[in-house]
T-cell receptor
Framework: DAKTTQPPSMDCAEGRAANLPCNHSTISGNEYVYWYRQIHSQGPQYIIHGLKNNETNEMASLIITEDRKSSTLILPHATLRDTAVYYC?????????????FGSGTRLLVRP | EAQVTQNPRYLITVTGKKLTVTCSQNMNHEYMSWYRQDPGLGLRQIYYSMNVEVTDKGDVPEGYKVSRKEKRNFPLILESPSPNQTSLYFCASKKGGTRPPYEQYFGPGTRLTVT
């Protein structure tokens, strides 16, 4: 699976958009990009995933560059409850273990 | 509400005293898995199950047992807990099948301390 690189920490003001980058320069054609977050020792929460196209759901948007070497998770109107560690994960069509490998992630602090 | 539940949420026990952490999901998911999370080591998979009566070892299975007699339940058993099993444990589930998407749903966690 491709390695991902994320900044260790970021902050943004409440109500503003939070843009979280992820580099995955060694991604291959059949690998998906997944985003999860973990709010202070709670269970990780699935946010969104994508392969090539940009994706949007009720939680966030995922922008994947055309060469697929990087992506950005966008929380359009961050709230205090979005303070969490965000993980970018790249996975090939899963093996039978469906194991998720969480790196260090980005610690996002949303400021009042 | 679709969810994965774990019990207990917190447990302090002594070395050698057998314990079971329960995990239950109400989403009719085929796949279930156990992870442990330790500072600096991230989440590591302990065991997983592709369906009823089908279980397999993850990356750190030593000292743990699991069973999958029913689709909704996947208990984690520590026959003789040791202090190095002090950790935060998460159960997860997902829909079955070999095609994406592969999003997993996690329980709230069980913080276990073994003294």
């Amino acid at each position: 699976d491709a390695k991902t690189t994320q900044p260790p920490s970021m902050d943004c003001a409440e109500g503003r958009a939070a843009n979280l980058p992820c580099n995955h320069s060694t991604i291959s054609g059949n690998e998906y990009v997944y985003w999860y977050r973990q709010i202070h020792s709670q269970g990780p929460q699935y946010i969104i995933h994508g392969l090539k196209n940009n994706e949007t759901n009720e939680m966030a948007s995922l922008i994947i560059t055309e060469d697929r070497k990087s992506s950005t998770l966008i929380l359009p109107h961050a709230t205090l409850r979005d303070t969490a560690v965000y993980y970018c994960i790249v996975r090939v069509a899963m093996d039978s273990s469906y194991k998720l490998i969480f790196g260090s992630g980005t610690r996002l602090l949303v400021r009042p | 509400e679709a969810q994965v539940t774990q019990n207990p949420r917190y447990l302090i026990t002594v070395t050698g005293k057998k314990l079971t952490v329960t995990c239950s999901q109400n989403m009719n998911h085929e796949y279930m898995s156990w992870y442990r999370q330790d500072p600096g080591l991230g989440l590591r998979q302990i065991y997983y199950s592709m369906n009823v009566e089908v279980t397999d070892k993850g990356d750190v299975p030593e000292g743990y047992k699991v069973s999958r007699k029913e689709k909704r339940n996947f208990p984690l058993i520590l026959e003789s807990p040791s202090p190095n099993q002090t950790s935060l444990y998460f159960c997860a589930s997902k829909k079955g099948g070999t095609r994406p998407p592969y999003e997993q749903y996690f329980g709230p966690g069980t913080r276990l301390t073994v003294t």
